[in-house]
């Protein structure tokens, strides 16, 4: 279609309408077979039947991963379980159905009730061995937290010889009780010990010091022998709870104009205040069970000044054969470390806050 049919077929309606209306034949073809409708349901539900597979099988492999950590999980904790329960919780059971008999260990247990417990409360030595408990807490609680934070500060605070000042610190802590208490009973002895030749050397004594024959001095060389055995272990906790203080705190308080003094008060102290509790508690807890050093340095003396709690169940139960008495002195004691547990999970929950 060219020139004026061309134009006569654009710019005229009618014969563009004419043109549009022609019929265009339109060829259909049909299957050379027929398709049921059973094969098209057939292949539907083999299609069906092969997903379900797949995700089954697809699904299997983590399933089986379940089971199997499952099963290991059990297998690594079943050993401490076994030697939790055989070890910890069924003599805890047994021991606190002892405390209600009279028991001589040797001969018959007799059911006595609260009996125990009562003649607990109306033992003068029990109540002195208490107090002599308490009295260590109050003292040593306190300096072990005060020198143990005061030396981590230092320690933190120098950059060269850290990493061996932190082995020679802890180093005492990792040593038994025994090996502590030999060592203090040299170190004190009057004539030949070491530390009353270092107070005659620098002129402060005259005299020989008897640190193990008079009830205060006995308690002072228990207490300085604890801070030197345990103070690695607190200085420990406060030198990594300093060095978790982010940098920004201390920046931040230099830009302020805050001198060493106030940022100790105002950003190291509170930002340990964790790590505070923690220690506090601990510490009492472990003071609270004070028995090596009163029984290996002083054995109990002089007079029975240095007797503890612990001490005083050893004596009930593997001098005396006191079984059911002993019982009910070790549940009195674990009843007050209880009490302490939980005064730290409210602490705890309180600085959380």
Do not use: H
């Amino acid at each position: 279609m060219c020139g004026p049919a061309a134009r006569r077929f654009l710019f005229d309606p009618s014969v563009s309408k004419a043109y549009f209306r022609i019929p265009i034949p339109v060829r259909t073809f049909r299957a050379s077979a027929p398709n049921p409708k059973g094969v098209t349901a057939t292949m539907a539900s083999k299609t069906l039947s092969s997903s379900k597979n797949t995700g089954a099988s697809a699904r299997s492999p983590r399933s089986t991963l379940r089971r199997q950590g499952w099963v290991t999980g059990v297998l690594m904790v079943l050993p401490y379980t076994i030697f939790f329960l055989l070890f910890s919780l069924i003599p805890i059971v047994y021991g606190f159905g002892v405390s209600f008999y009279d028991w001589s260990l040797l001969g018959d247990k007799t059911f006595v009730g609260l009996q125990n417990y009562t003649n607990l409360m109306q033992d003068e030595e029990f109540r002195t061995n208490l107090l002599n408990t308490v009295l260590f807490t109050l003292v040593s609680v306190p300096l072990m937290t005060l020198l143990g934070l005061l030396l981590a500060v230092l320690v933190n605070s120098i950059r060269k010889g850290q990493a061996f000042l932190r082995i020679a610190f802890f180093m005492p802590y990792v040593l038994s009780v025994s090996v502590i208490s030999s060592i203090w009973v040299i170190f004190l002895q009057p004539y030949t010990g070491l530390l009353n030749r270092i107070l005659r050397g620098i002129g402060l004594i005259n005299s020989e010091i008897f640190w193990l024959s008079d009830s205060t001095l006995a308690w002072a060389s228990i207490i300085m022998a604890t801070l030197w055995w345990t103070m690695g272990f607190v200085f420990v906790l406060f030198l990594a709870g300093l060095q978790d203080i982010p940098e920004s705190f201390y920046e931040a308080a230099g830009l302020e104009g805050a001198n060493r003094w106030q940022t100790f008060r105002y950003v190291t102290f509170p930002s340990l205040s964790r790590v505070t509790v923690l220690v506090v508690i601990l510490q009492t807890i472990s003071s609270f069970k004070i028995f090596g050093q009163s029984k290996l340095i002083t054995g109990g003396g002089p007079a029975g000044a240095t007797k503890t709690v612990v001490f005083s169940i050893y004596e009930n139960g593997f001098q005396t054969f006191q079984m059911g008495y002993a019982s009910a002195i070790a549940f009195v004691l674990m009843l007050v470390i209880l009490v302490i547990s939980l005064l730290q999970t409210f602490l705890m929950r309180k600085i959380g806050e």
